[in-house]
């Protein structure tokens, strides 16, 4: 995979070394730099600043409520806190230019539910609506009321979020924070890290791509799919691996009415409006670990398995033609599809971030929030993620979230 040209440091010793620049890195360095300002010297260490195979920038960029976990929606809350007010946050930053608006569209997500399935639809909608959220669960007679171009012929309902999820720019959720974190002193570079040095416990020094080390008194792991090579670096083992999401972008010849949600089919396969064309995806049959780079297309899942699936959910897909696709990486957490979040207890210095299983960037507001907490105080001060803390890996004890598309 192509590179740019790298960048040595301009010190050789850091208080904080982040390893990744994209959306959750990017974060966890804007929080710090609120909190600490120039009291710590904090690089960003970033192999690709073009962002080219990101996962933040290849993600379809948007967030719900509707987790199985009552922390996952506490996250998403405040997530939608920092996006609706995201411009003002960013406006200090930004000087004589325009903070960027991240075009939040605010849909809402669909889950289309089988007969089987109701009483557990509706035990999560009751646990979503206890924690703040605005779900509602439709029996099929109102879902087609409501959405009247929907087959509700072979559903038992729908949960729809009527308020706080859709979709958003991601990579203006990103560009935010690391503007923000630069303006306040962090470092980012375009290299990469090849190496950590142990000892007594601790991460000492950082190699680089360029041949520098540099010494660092906390080391963060915030690097998507790649995850597990950090961590393989301080010889310690997540189970977090690459895994390839094909995202379509197609028109239709027939428009849908309305105010379209992003709809999730009883298949896996997702779609929503953008403008006049709609995004799809869902989850491969082939849904194993990818290598790191490979990033190449399969046309035929949106001919043999979306497409079939997108004309029964929505008769008046009949007629479909692709404009754009692309490849992704989901940092899949193999253990319980949720995110690593912490200190590892042996290696003291070393923070996870990682694992996210495709929900790193609706999360990435929270989870860089915790991480400058832990790093500054040694607890949580907001929201408690102690169910993402490491210890729950080599003890094969899932917090198993549900909802995962």
């Not at 959405?147 to 729809?160: M, R, T």
């Not at 890290?193 to 680089?208: H, N, P, Q, Y």
């Amino acid at each position: 995979m192509p590179v740019p040209p790298y960048r040595a440091p301009t010190r050789t010793a850091y208080d904080i070394v982040i390893v990744g620049g994209a959306a959750v890195g990017s974060s966890i360095a804007y929080w710090l730099s609120q909190a600490l300002g120039t009291r710590a010297s904090i690089l960003v260490v970033e192999r690709d600043s073009t962002y080219t195979f990101s996962s933040t920038a290849l993600s379809t960029s948007a967030i719900r409520q509707q987790y199985s976990n009552p922390i996952n929606v506490k996250i998403s809350q405040f997530g939608i806190q920092i996006i609706r007010g995201f411009q003002e946050r960013m406006a200090p930053f930004y000087k004589d230019e325009i903070a960027p608006d991240l075009g939040f569209r605010e849909h809402g997500y669909l889950y289309c539910c089988s007969p089987e399935g109701v009483e557990a639809a509706r035990a999560r909608v009751d646990l979503q609506r206890r924690h703040g959220a605005h779900t509602i669960f439709l029996e099929p007679g109102p879902l087609k009321d409501r959405f009247p171009w929907l087959n509700v012929d072979d559903l038992g309902g729908g949960a729809w979020g009527s308020r706080d999820e859709g979709w958003f720019d991601s990579m203006g959720l990103m560009n935010g924070f690391r503007r923000g974190a630069r303006a306040s002193g962090v470092e980012y570079i375009d290299n990469a890290v090849a190496g950590l040095e142990m000892d007594k416990g601790r991460v000492i020094t950082a190699s680089l791509a360029t041949g520098q080390t540099i010494a660092c008194g906390t080391l963060v792991n915030a690097a998507g799919p790649r995850a597990q090579r950090v961590a393989a670096m301080a010889g310690l083992s997540i189970p977090v691996e690459p895994r390839k999401r094909y995202s379509f972008v197609f028109a239709s010849s027939t428009p849908i009415p309305g105010r379209m949600p992003n709809v999730i089919d009883l298949s896996g396969t997702f779609v929503r409006p953008e403008g006049e064309l709609f995004l799809t995806g869902n989850t491969p049959l082939d849904d194993r670990a990818a290598d790191y780079d490979d990033f190449e297309m399969d046309h035929s899942e949106f001919d043999e398995r979306i497409w079939p699936a997108l004309w029964h959910r929505i008769p008046c897909f009949d007629a479909l033609k692709v404009q754009q696709s692309w490849t992704g990486h989901y940092e899949y957490n193999t253990l319980d599809h949720n995110g690593i979040v912490g200190f590892h207890p042996a290696v003291s210095n070393f923070m996870f971030a990682n694992g996210f299983s495709g929900h790193g960037l609706q999360q990435s507001p929270a989870v860089g929030r915790a991480v400058s907490e832990l790093i500054i105080h040694g607890a949580f001060q907001t929201l408690d993620l102690s169910p993402f803390r490491y210890e729950r890996i080599p003890r094969n004890e899932p917090f198993l979230e549900e909802a995962v598309i």
